[in-house]
């Protein structure tokens, strides 16, 4: 790939690190999902966040891979603020509340089913909705802000679609905490496999807005190197 200098300084190397760490945080989870029993946490019925409840093994290697997607959107950030996707206080308030509440997802674990309540499980809760509403919310502003520019509509279009599809998969959290109590609220439904689900349309949405940025990084290169012909 062209090391290709990014405005304020930074490289297209950014990304490389970024998919890096990113790419061993999705083949952790992964990894995680092919234990026996799916490492004691059932794929449909459980959330993400029961692997740290689990043996130490399994709940450090969860750890890892949430510490390696954390450093793998701070720095897909940097590439889109300094490409100019994130050019505005909403967008860029938006994305470093996303990146926050997924740290605080790290920090603050879940309470087990059926246990007692605690404030480090109901900051868990917070950060999850968090978490999704802030990616949720970002993706709808970039879709409403470039849906009738000719030059990128498609990507726009691209990230609306994945907005909206993401939607579907965080209704029925919002319903869920709105409508239940208690550590159990998740108890008989399909939560575990809904959240994969988001994780996967949220995954991908980082993908789609990381080469948004590059495009627009090469694109100001080329105006750039017009003008100074």
Known sequence: MDNVRLPGGGTVGTVQAAAALGGFGVATLVALHLLPRSGGVDPVYQLLSEYPLQDSGIGVAYVLALLSANAAAALAGMVMARSGLLRDRTTTALFAVSCASLLGLTVFLKDPAGATATWSGNLHQVCTIVTCVSQYLLAVVLWRRYRADPLWNGRA?????????????????????????????????????????????????????????????????????????
Not at 198 to 213: E, K, N, P, Q
Not at 219 to 229: L, N, P, V
């Open 157 to 229: 279009r691209a990230v609306g679609m994945l907005a909206a599809a993401e939607s579907l998969a965080l209704i029925p959290f919002v319903v869920v905490f709105a409508t239940r109590s208690g550590t159990d609220k998740f108890a008989g439904m399909a939560i575990g496999l809904v959240e994969r689900c988001m994780f996967v349309v949220i995954l991908v949405m980082m993908v789609v807005l990381t080469s948004w940025a590059k495009a627009m990084t090469r694109d100001a290169k080329r105006q750039r190197e017009f003008a100074a012909a």
